[in-house]
């Protein structure tokens, strides 16, 4: 018996040529379907994951460094804003006039733009209102240490039989020309402000240099060249 021969299934899409076996065809067949599974994808089609965190990594690098910036631009400008620049009255230097201008024992003058009172004090006078043995120039802050009240000098007011004090008008605080407390709720004496004086006996008050009023008050008084005797 003749057996027919044998034809390729119709989805083969090609016949073995003359001479070659069924088997090997079949075997080219498979070997060309694999090489077509796994070849490979295109680069713009393929997942990089190690591309996608370095692009986050950019991202959040960019929004942080522009964060940054945009901080310390803020605070430049906060800086820039506050700073000081020729502070004229009080917190800066406020002249007062001239060392000749001041009586030794004389009443105090009272500057509203730098918030002080200047006096000449004499070393002899020995009153309870008096200077405590200070001699020289003093400058007092006429803020009250107590609430912050506006303390005026008032050389008609009597305290325990002598007039001439700085007497608080918000709660009696009661102060010698010195600046001593000796009355009332104040937690301490008045406090002074730093003296300069140049060559030609011109008087500038650095009001922004201040210190805490206490019973050496009368020590910080200057002793310069020109004042009256």
Sequence with gaps: MTNAPRTAPPDMGESPAAGESIEAWRDALA?????????NVPGALASRPDMEASRRTFIRGSFLGGLGLALLGSVGLLVDYLYPRGVRGFGGPVPAGKVSEYAKGGEPKHFLDGQFFLANLDPSDAGKN?????EGLLALWHKCPHLGCTVPWR???DYEGTKGWFRCPCHGSTYTKAGIRIF???????DTMK???DGAGNIVVQTGVREFGGPNNPQRAIKVPGLPS
């Design 31 to 39: 070997a060309r379907k694999t090489v077509a599974e796994t070849a």
């Design 130 to 134: 008096g200077t405590g043995g200070g």
């Design 155 to 157: 050389k008609e007011f």
């Design 184 to 190: 009332g709720p104040a937690p301490r004496s008045m």
């Design 195 to 197: 003296i300069e004086v």
